[in-house]
């Protein structure tokens, strides 16, 4: 399947010398295994931390050393203790600005653009400006030549199976690509982090 298949090596490491022209530090490792160490190496003992919701990381366990371990501030565990009917604006400002926040990406072109669709849009602000440091995992099956293609990789082969999740998980009828977010380039030095796994990894 074209939009499920690895990018080869020399296309890898060229997103990579993209991105970091862009103001992205990307780099490649082997397998999950690898991807969780290596993300983990990157957030400090204690720091406040959101991870966004990312078959990504499901699949390779972060979200349970984060939320479980005790050797992270959990945002999400926070706003799991709060009440959404009273405390609404409290929680969309703690999931708006965490310290870092870690999650995936939809699609990453070889000009080092990083493409995020969204239902709610609820993971975009941090992403965008909110959070100090982000982090992304992603399965390198995701880089693809252009934004056009980038485009018919969400709504040609995420979606389906991201509304496939969604009626799976929350019941509802599928899902949306409601909001779009491109970062063409990163002003922040050493804000943003990618780490491509040479395994198929989430959407």
């Known amino acids: 399947m074209k939009y499920n ?12 010398t993209s991105l970091k022209e862009n103001g992205i530090n990307a780099f490649v490792v082997e397998n999950g295994k690898e991807a969780k160490a290596k993300a983990l190496e990157l957030i ?17 366990g972060i979200p349970k050393e984060i939320n479980q371990s005790g050797r992270y501030n959990s945002v999400r565990n ?24 870690i999650g995936s990406v ?21 992403y965008a400006y909110g959070a100090a440091k982000v982090i992304w995992v992603v399965g390198a099956q995701k880089i693809v030549k252009d934004l056009d293609t980038a485009f018919k ?17 929350y019941g509802v009828e599928g899902s949306n ?15 943003i982090t990618i780490i491509f796994v040479k395994e198929v990894l989430g959407f």
Do not use: F
């Open 44 to 60: 400090p003992a204690q720091a406040e931390i959101m991870n966004m919701t990312s078959v990504t990381l499901e699949t390779i």
């Open 78 to 101: 926070q706003l799991n203790s709060m009440d959404r009917k009273t405390q609404n604006s409290q929680m969309q400002k703690l999931g708006a600005a965490p310290v870092y926040a």
């Open 106 to 126: 939809h699609a990453v072109t070889q000009e080092g653009q990083v493409v995020i669709a969204s239902n709610t849009g609820s993971q975009l602000p941090a």
């Open 177 to 191: 690509v409601s909001k779009l977010l491109i970062v063409n380039k990163e002003i922040a030095p050493n804000r």
């Open 5 to 16: 298949t690895i990018a080869p090596d020399e296309i890898i490491q060229k997103t990579i």
């Open 153 to 169: 990789r969400i709504y040609e082969y995420v979606l389906p199976l991201e509304s496939e999740r969604a009626r799976k998980a």
